[in-house]
């Protein structure tokens, strides 16, 4: 169990430019999940796989946002066009789907995104 | 919908003195309930969740929490604080309804220990 991994752990742009952040999730775990965490805040939810398949995305996920999980294993966050508000702390976290839902998820070191 | 609520955005103990951090949630349906801490630059690691069965859980590091019900309530403890300790810890709410999944998080609350 070597952890969720992220890559890179810091980023910084200029506004209007596109970024991509990459999540490994740790091995077994079948589902995988993106979070983004502001200054003084709690993790909110982005969005989630079930292996390949995006199960649910969250309204805070702008049509400037796109993840793919494109063989079930690690994923990608693209933002197009970053903004300002876009800056924040991007957080991957991975779970084994077994016996319901109560099967925690591990979290990585997160992406931080600074935008100029 | 569920929510959580972390009274406290900073809490402020003496080494050895007990910890407490407030947490409470609304949830249409029995939740699955989980504390989180977080070091400075880093993600979440899980301290302790509670599911089903015995309402008083342990966790990691000397942690427990107890949910009640009845006062909608998963407050965090532990006996004696440790330098060490001192992180941002979150609470945070999954919907026992077999199709969501993510999870809803408090604001966290920030434990400074001092000597």
């Known amino acids: 169990d070597t952890g969720v991994s992220q890559d890179p752990r810091h980023k910084i742009t200029k506004r209007g430019q596109n970024v991509t952040f990459r999540c490994d999730p740790i091995?077994?775990?079948?589902?995988l999940y993106w979070y983004r965490q502001t200054l003084g805040q709690g993790p909110e939810f982005l969005t989630y796989f079930q292996n390949e398949a995006q199960l649910e995305k969250s309204r805070l996920l702008s049509d400037r946002f796109s993840a793919e999980r494109p063989k079930g294993s690690f994923s990608t966050l693209e933002i197009q066009r970053t903004e300002q508000g876009d800056s924040a702390m991007y957080l991957c976290a991975s779970s084994l789907v077994s016996g319901g839902l109560n099967q925690p998820q591990h979290f990585g070191d997160g992406t931080r995104l600074s935008i100029l | 919908a569920q929510s959580v609520t972390q009274l406290g955005s900073h809490v402020s103990v003496s080494e050895g003195a007990l910890v407490l951090l407030r947490c409470n949630y609304s949830?249409?349906?029995?939740?699955?309930l989980f504390w989180y801490v977080q070091y400075p630059n880093q993600g979440l690691q899980l301290l302790l969740k509670y599911t089903t069965g015995a309402t008083l859980v342990k966790g990691i590091n000397g942690f427990e929490a107890e949910f009640k019900k009845s006062e909608t309530s998963f407050h965090l403890t532990k006996p004696s604080a440790h330098m060490s300790d001192a992180a941002e810890y979150f609470c945070a709410v999954n919907p026992n309804t077999g199709t969501a999944s993510k999870l809803t998080f408090g604001t966290g609350t920030r434990l400074q220990v001092t000597l």
């Open positions: 091995s077994e775990h079948n589902r």
């Open positions: 949830s249409s349906v029995p939740p699955y």
